[in-house]
């Protein structure tokens, strides 16, 4: 309930400007255009910048640069350039990944200068671009060899090197165009020796290394994604000696960083929650579960900001358009502070219109994206459309649905609806792939769903925000304690689709009543209660009554979650906390 709190009037400032906020805090003096917000991240998803990523972490970490643009905070996102991404294509029923060259000039970065780090016994060359906006920018090392994104085993040498290159690389970069980070947010372990190079260069300039490490930790914010530690990859003393050790300058570094190794090996985890004394978790459900401990066996504690998304990026022109003279949302895309009186004023007609207009969007994309067979679909005004888009992964369960194949049959024919189903497996997942190839099979074996669930490959962003604004009913499925927020679902609320989903991730920030919820004690109630929920989802697509309820509910309870000025805020006040 806090998120509503900060609309009353003892907190009628949040109308002023982020700047004015900022300020008011006494912040600008730790935040400047010299002394940037620093963003480290292994994953960017950001296709608009040549920056393919592969999930959650790579779109909240592009939504989060937008959103700092927006409000005009000095912003520096480092990321690799990967000069190569992969693209899922179909052929003759066959789902295989496709190389595609990535050239960073063809998006906008100039190349500023190289930068060196040592790799197993050889100096290799990072290229350091840049892509400069107005308040944020993007700052990214890259070689010709640097290859994919997650390429390689996740504790193999690549791995290992990519990071390094970005934490010892970025961290060069970022003192190569003049910068000093006033903060280091780390999206996930991947991003720690950044924190690493800063210390190391603390201590080698002179800095004793007790201080040097109180000044690290607390610069730097970790931001954890992941649930389970132990699921996390571990890399070798060896690899170590080979990728990590001949960057570091300063002994007493060294020694530090040798003594974490237990066992031969050692997991990022446990050095990242050392040298960063700043933790947050991504929805308020995820901070709360996430089992971590400290290297003394402590739990580790994480101060819960869920994650929200840039409400422009992901919404039509004329949606947003609608929310604005509505007054729902104000100019910098915080609900306003009567943003709940005027959402139960939305009347069904006004979403019937806005919907038309997101599926004319929905069919123009589908124009040149085809399905997994190579048609191009195209649905009427009348259609009802269910979607399911999210990586293709067990614990999203994309197979739920068809659990009860007839059941799925008869909701669909009796409402003429179609079920839309997007989601790349990952590259190398062989048990989910079969688990795709078997779910299609099942669909081609009926002559009615053949014609009614559609396979959309290649998920992307575009897929996702033209399914959001185009689709009626979305899917949202996880086993419950397995999403750490998911984003989704919240592209789905703003754009007015009815959510079906178990009450996991940021969904569970408010309460179970807010979206149609799934609730089941084990997953053949879940099941049962999936079918019930769709029925009634598609249902309330006929009656104007039921479709206010669902989407007045879902927005003004929604709406404070989804915005991502008020994350970044909320990081705001975290990091800078007088
Ligand atoms: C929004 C988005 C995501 C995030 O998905 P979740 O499953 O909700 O975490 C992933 N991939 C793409 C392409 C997206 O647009």
Redesign the pocket.
């Known amino acids: 309930m806090s998120l509503f709190k900060r609309h009353t009037l003892e907190n009628i400032e949040d109308t002023e400007s982020f700047s004015e906020i900022l300020d008011r805090r006494n912040f600008t003096k730790k935040l400047s255009d010299e002394r940037p917000y620093t963003y480290w991240t292994i994953e960017l998803?950001d296709q608009e910048n040549g920056i393919r990523?592969?999930?959650?972490l790579?779109?909240l970490a592009a939504d989060t640069r937008r959103v700092a643009e927006r409000l005009e905070v000095p912003f520096v996102l480092v990321t690799p350039f990967y000069p190569v991404e992969l693209h899922q294509c179909f052929e003759n029923g066959e789902s295989y990944d496709k190389v595609l060259a990535v050239d960073y000039r063809d998006f906008g970065f100039e190349y500023v200068d190289s930068v060196f780090i040592r790799c197993n016994n050889e100096l290799v060359e990072l290229s350091v671009v840049q892509k400069v906006f107005e308040k944020t920018r993007i700052l990214s090392i890259t070689e010709p060899n640097f290859r994919e994104l997650y390429g390689g085993e996740s504790c193999g040498d690549h791995r290992l090197y990519q990071e390094v290159a970005l934490g010892f690389g970025g961290y060069q970069a970022l003192k190569l165009v003049g910068l000093k980070p006033a903060i280091m947010q780390l999206n996930e372990v991947a991003t720690f020796f950044a924190a690493l190079a800063r210390l190391d260069e603390l201590v080698f300039n002179g800095m004793d290394f007790y201080e040097a490490m109180v000044y690290t930790r607390k610069h730097t914010l970790y931001t954890n994604h992941t649930l389970v530690q132990a699921a996390e990859a571990s890399f070798s003393l060896s690899q170590f000696e080979r990728y990590v050790f001949p960057n570091l300058k300063s002994k007493p570094v060294l020694k530090w960083l040798k003594d974490k190794f237990s066992g031969g090996s050692l997991r990022l985890s446990s050095v990242t929650i050392e040298i960063a004394e700043l933790r947050s978790g991504v929805s308020k459900l995820h901070a709360r579960v996430a089992n971590y401990h400290d290297i003394s066996g402590e739990k580790v504690k994480f101060k819960a900001v869920t994650n929200g998304?840039d409400i422009p990026y992901w919404t039509l022109p004329d949606i947003l358009e609608f929310y604005q003279e509505s007054n729902i949302l104000d100019e910098k895309f915080y609900p306003s502070t009567v943003f709940e009186a005027q959402v139960s004023r939305i009347e069904a007609g006004q979403i019937r219109e806005i919907k038309k207009r997101g599926r004319d969007f929905l069919n123009s994309v589908l124009k040149r994206r085809p399905d997994y067979l190579g048609n191009c679909l195209e649905f009427s005004q009348d259609d009802i459309i269910i979607d399911f888009k999210?990586?293709f992964v067990d614990y999203?369960r994309p197979w739920l649905p068809f659990s009860d194949l007839k059941k799925l049959r008869d909701i669909l024919e009796r409402f003429g609806a179609h079920y839309v189903l997007s989601g790349r497996v990952h590259s190398g997942d062989s048990r989910m792939l079969s688990k795709l190839y078997e779910l299609l099979d099942k669909v081609q074996e009926d002559d009615y769903l053949k014609t009614h669930v559609h396979y959309l490959p290649d998920?992307?962003?575009e897929?996702?925000?033209a399914l959001s604004v185009g689709s009626n009913v979305s899917v949202?499925v996880p086993i419950v304690g397995l999403?750490a927020?998911?984003?989704?679902?919240e592209?789905d609320i703003l754009n007015m689709c009815l959510l079906i989903s178990t009450h996991d991730g940021g969904v569970a920030d408010a309460t179970i009543d807010s979206y149609l919820s799934i609730s089941g004690e084990n997953e053949k109630e879940e099941i049962e209660q999936f079918y019930i929920r769709l029925e009634e989802a598609i249902s309330a697509w006929k009656n104007d009554f039921d479709l206010e309820f669902w989407v007045r509910k879902e927005l003004s309870r929604y709406l404070p979650i989804i915005s991502g000025s008020r994350m970044l805020k909320d990081y705001v006040d975290y990091l800078f906390k007088s």
Do not use: H, L, P, Q
């Not at 990523?53 to 959650?56: E, I, V």
């Not at 927020?485 to 679902?489: E, H, N, Q, Y």
């Open positions: 998803y990523g592969g999930g959650g790579g779109v998304i999210r990586r999203k998920y992307d962003e897929i996702a925000r949202n999403e927020c998911g984003t989704s679902w592209k």
